[in-house]
């Protein structure tokens, strides 16, 4: 492919490049994948209002989310097993992150570990927590992620038990992969993935080995890891968590009102309206959609954040035009960094700013956070058609 012009681009590029479990992991949501699709077609209905003969020069994208300067407000979500995508791909995002000057968020559930990733990033990154079952291994991890540096805690409430995604038990998926017949035909037909795979010591969920009681080998990693995740996790938990962090904690996976108004009780300094790209409850409905209640429901107690079919600069300012003072992006960097490594979570980062500055502009719009309402137009009933 000869010019990159926006993310579908790096979609076919991260397709071709890339093993198809992971691709497919990627690219998967659970069940009938309704809310994953739901996400992306919601985003088209709500459209731009044009505006003509303003001044147009001196365009801004700056902003802030929590309190951290922004060159758009727009962060890199966590995206479990980022590094396998690419080898040392959660090292390669949170360079690109840095020097593009937006925030990366570092999942539990990342191929480098949380030391690998700070010794190797020039900027302080945000760490997402998984609660396990196993307290230990929070505290640990959480004193970790303190010892690191990391600038936020991102904790994330929408997966306490995993919502199947059929393509996942299909192919098998596994870190590192399984070398079945079918594994290793296709995998040979991924020559770059799989040189630089071989040419890293990091393939194996690098916050766990080592670090969890009884994980030693990957054997013994998939058990832990399918067992672990806490179906008891609650408000009693996440107000213990808060206190031991003591930091900028952010509430990931809100999508109700009412959770909204907890976790601004719970002094969350933000919030991120998400259904985890349409990854755990298959059926429910689109955050573009379920932004504004939300909004209403928390006013300025915290910042709202939104991820979850974000592909291109305009969803960015329709997001933000309803009210969100921050979104996040998964897929849309992981397809840059599966297309070419850093230079591609970068030219991920590029195309949306692209868009956003010149859809802005085109708008009427000279600084992204005077984006408001009046931008949109928005289909009648688009908001509170379900009840
Ligand atoms: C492959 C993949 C892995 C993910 N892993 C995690 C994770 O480890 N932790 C987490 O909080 N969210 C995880 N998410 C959800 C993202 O953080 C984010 O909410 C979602 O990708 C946003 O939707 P989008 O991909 O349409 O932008 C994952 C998403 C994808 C696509």
């Given at each position: 492919m000869a010019v990159i012009t926006c993310i579908a681009d790096l979609k076919e590029l991260h397709r071709k490049r890339t093993p198809k479990m992971f691709f497919d992991y990627c690219e998967s949501g659970s069940y009938t994948e309704q809310t994953f699709r739901e996400n992306i077609s919601d985003f088209a209905q709500v459209r731009l209002r044009q505006k003509v003969?303003?001044?147009?020069?001196?365009?801004s994208t700056e902003s802030a989310m929590i309190d951290q300067k922004v060159a758009m407000p727009v962060a890199l979500a966590p995206v479990g097993m980022?590094?396998?995508?690419?080898?040392?791909g959660e090292i390669k995002a949170a360079r690109a992150a840095a020097k593009f000057g937006v925030p990366f968020t570092l999942s539990?559930?990342?191929?480098?570990s949380i030391e690998d990733v700070a010794a190797q990033s020039p900027a302080p990154f945000w760490f997402q927590l998984y609660v396990m079952r196993d307290e230990d291994f929070v505290d640990a991890i959480i004193e970790r992620a303190k010892t690191a540096g990391c600038s936020a805690l991102v904790l994330t409430?929408?997966?306490?038990i995993l919502g199947q995604r059929h393509k996942d038990l299909k192919n098998g998926l596994s870190a590192p992969p399984k070398l079945t017949l079918p594994n290793i035909v296709n995998m040979a037909t991924k020559v770059q993935w799989g040189l630089e795979m071989l040419g890293t010591p990091r393939r194996f969920f690098g916050n766990i080995v080592g670090h969890a009681?009884?994980?030693?080998d990957p054997s013994s990693l998939m058990t832990w890891t399918a067992e672990q995740f806490d179906p008891k996790l609650d408000w009693s938990k996440i107000a213990r968590i808060r206190d031991q962090w003591g930091g900028k904690l952010i509430l990931k996976g809100i999508l109700d009102a009412e959770d909204a108004r907890m976790a601004a009780d719970f002094g969350a300094d933000a919030i991120v309206v998400s259904n985890h790209g349409g990854r755990q409850l298959d059926g429910a409905l689109s955050t573009i959609r379920m932004l504004p209640s939300i909004l209403a429901a928390v006013g300025d107690r915290t910042e709202v954040f939104l991820d979850s079919g974000i592909r291109s600069g305009q969803d960015v300012l329709k997001a933000l035009a309803l009210g969100a003072t921050g979104t996040m992006i998964g897929r849309a960097f992981i397809y840059g960094l599966g297309a070419m490594g850093e230079a591609g979570v970068t030219a991920a980062l590029e195309i949306i700013r692209k868009e956003l500055d010149t859809s802005m502009a085109l708008c009427g719009?000279?600084?992204?956070?005077?984006?408001?309402?009046?931008n949109l137009l928005v289909p009648e009933g688009f908001f509170d058609s379900y009840a």
């Open positions: 003969a303003v001044d147009m020069s001196g365009r980022t590094g396998m995508q690419r080898a040392d539990t559930m990342s191929i480098c409430l929408d997966l306490q009681k009884g994980v030693n719009e000279r600084d992204v956070k005077a984006l408001r309402r009046e």
